[in-house]
């Protein structure tokens, strides 16, 4: 079915969906936005690929890009996890197949049934599908998780609800981790996704300010605002495979007069090039909030400054 894109090597394949596919082979799918890969959404893709083995069938996940919610409300809306880490996470977890839908208001637009016979039903041979308690999709969110129980049993083929995850107090769930992540709460961030919150994209040329400041970085453009606030940040960086501190910014750099939100981190005890790649960044600790100063010489003093204060703080959270 088509060609997969290939972000990263992987076993799991990954396609544009397109109208004119099919898939053959007797399937087990879920689909979701699954903006976080978060405990819930784990638990409910393991669920996926063991009921998919269990019955001999393929594991497949639909998911859509970009989030709905920047199609629908017209505006930028935070996301948790970036498309090439959405699609690590997914394989990680041991799916067979990713298919990523173009999200647009045409889409939108489409009734639930419609939604479920175009994209579903007529491109997969759905044995079963698994879906999160929360998940509503076509015109208006018609199609809920009852919804499609109804639609289910008329077009034959088995339906289960995946309930919430509940950690604590906390119901797991993408809002829940932006909050915290909108307050710089990076530990209960971690708890409910079960990871790190980190950024992974593709590190691109800048300007080289960095260099002509004695502190190189590795700028990441945010496609998509990031959930966190604007501001400097303690942080690691995994570079094929291996873990170095650093310290990131986040933001419009004011010093400098630019504007596009950027994620740009220095790396402690590394030199290379790494243009190009796909580099994974995790904020730890927020250090300051960003702000404009009068010179750049008063810039690359902060920027010494903040090092050592990142240093300080990273040894405690090893």
């Known amino acids: 079915m088509g060609f997969p894109i290939h972000l990263i090597d992987r076993a799991m394949q990954v396609y544009p969906f397109r109208e004119t596919d099919r898939v053959t082979d007797r399937t087990v799918l879920t689909i979701g936005n699954f903006d976080g890969v ?6 409910l893709i393991r669920k996926v690929v063991e009921e998919a083995h269990g019955g001999n069938c393929a594991s497949a996940i639909l998911t859509f890009d970009p989030h709905p919610q920047q199609v629908l409300k017209s505006r930028a809306v935070p996301v948790l996890t970036t498309l090439p ?4 996470l997914f394989e990680a977890l041991g799916l067979d197949a990713a298919y990523i839908i173009p999200f647009t208001r045409e889409l939108a637009g489409k ?3 419609e939604f ?15 879906i999160g308690y929360d998940f509503a999709f076509g015109r208006n969110r018609d199609g809920t998780a009852q919804a499609l129980e109804a639609l289910s049993r008329r077009h034959g083929f088995d339906l289960e609800i995946f309930p919430a995850v509940v950690l604590g107090e906390d119901v797991v769930s993408s809002t829940r981790i932006r909050e915290a992540l909108s307050a710089a709460d990076f530990a209960l961030a971690e708890r409910l996704l079960g990871r790190a919150y980190s950024v992974l994209a593709e590190v691109a040329r800048g300007d080289r ?8 970085t590795l ?12 501001g400097v940040y303690a942080s690691r960086a995994v570079v094929d495979g291996r873990a170095y501190d650093g310290v990131s910014n986040y933001g419009v750099r004011p010093s400098i007069g630019k504007r596009d939100p950027l994620l740009e981190t220095h790396l402690f005890d590394f030199s290379g090039d790494l243009y190009g790649q796909l580099i994974e960044v995790r ?22 400054e903040d090092c050592g204060q990142a240093r300080d703080v990273l040894k405690r959270v090893r």
Do not use: T
């Not at 479920?116 to 698994?130: A, G, K, N, S, T």
């Open 38 to 43: 978060h405990l819930g959404h784990q638990a």
């Open 85 to 88: 880490l959405r699609l690590r």
């Open 111 to 113: 009734s639930a049934e």
């Open 116 to 130: 479920l016979r175009e994209y579903l039903l007529d491109h997969f041979r759905v044995q079963r599908m698994i």
């Open 209 to 216: 300010r960095g260099h002509e400041l004695g502190f190189p």
């Open 219 to 230: 700028n990441q453009p945010a496609r998509d605002p990031l959930p966190i606030p604007f």
């Open 283 to 304: 904020p730890l600790a927020k250090l300051r909030g960003e702000r404009k100063f009068p010179s750049l010489e008063a810039l690359k003093a902060q920027i010494a």
